[in-house]
């Protein structure tokens, strides 16, 4: 089982619509969670990351931990064409970690106008 | 400040090839890491490193060398590329330990055909 599990659509909403994005995660050692996005072509640039303690918001943006069910989630409100992008959820990788992140496989987001 | 750079940006190769892919980062950051990544598979890490000199096995490490003579740059090597090396390989990098983010590169887009 993969430490992180993240569903990769494609998802295709309108825009204005709010957009949740989820993952499971299986090693409860570090409490800390990522998200990144990453564009058509480009590398991955980290939009969030939260502690374990509940949510955390930053503009259109909420980031929320559900540790009794090892749940992550993304929430993207008044979503917008230029959010069209694939989110991948990450955490510290398990044992001796040195910096080292277990990724979702990563969800592709598209907004239409 | 650049940033984290990769050269080539594309490359094509024929079975058999092998290859270096560079990764430069002008951050002065200790830890570098190099990933791969395919549809449905999220990011895979490949090989990183803690430290000038230093080199470590990631998840995905067979068919591939890794060297870090200097700092800012980490090599990637392919000594005979086989069409299931046919990815998107990017690298990253991270101050240390006390931040939590990865930066990364544009990638490299290569076919073995």
């Known amino acids: 089982q993969k430490e992180v599990e993240q569903d990769p659509g494609p998802l295709s909403v309108p825009e204005g619509a709010i957009v949740s994005l989820n993952c499971t995660y299986s090693?409860?050692?570090?409490?800390?969670f990522m998200w990144y996005r990453q564009y058509s072509r480009k590398g991955p640039e980290l939009l969030m990351y939260?502690?374990?303690?509940g949510n955390k918001e930053d503009g259109r943006f909420t980031a929320q931990v559900d540790k009794s069910s090892k749940y992550i989630s993304l929430f993207i409100r008044d979503s917008q064409p230029s959010d069209s992008a694939t989110y991948l959820c990450?955490?510290?990788?398990?044992?001796?970690?040195?910096?080292?992140?277990?990724f979702g496989q990563g969800t592709i987001l598209t907004v239409h106008p | 400040n650049a940033g984290v750079t990769q050269t080539p940006k594309f490359r094509v190769l024929k079975t058999g090839q092998s290859m270096t892919l560079l990764c430069a980062q002008d951050?002065?950051?200790?830890?570098m890491y190099w990933y791969r990544q395919d549809p449905g598979m999220g990011l895979r890490l490949i090989h990183y490193?803690?430290?000038?000199?230093?080199?470590a096995k990631g998840e995905v490490p067979d068919g591939y060398n890794v060297s870090r003579l200097k700092k800012q740059n980490f090599l990637l090597g392919l000594e005979s590329a086989a069409p299931s090396q046919t990815s998107v390989y990017f690298c990253?990098?991270?101050?240390?330990?006390?931040?939590?983010?990865?930066?990364f590169g544009p990638g490299t887009r290569l076919t073995v055909l």
């Open positions: 990253a990098s991270r101050p240390g330990l006390r931040v939590n983010e990865q930066f």
């Open positions: 090693n409860s050692a570090f409490q800390y």
């Open positions: 939260t502690y374990s303690s």
């Open positions: 990450a955490k510290p990788a398990g044992g001796t970690s040195y910096g080292k992140l277990t």
């Open positions: 951050m002065n950051h200790e830890y």
């Open positions: 490193s803690v430290g000038e000199g230093t080199t």
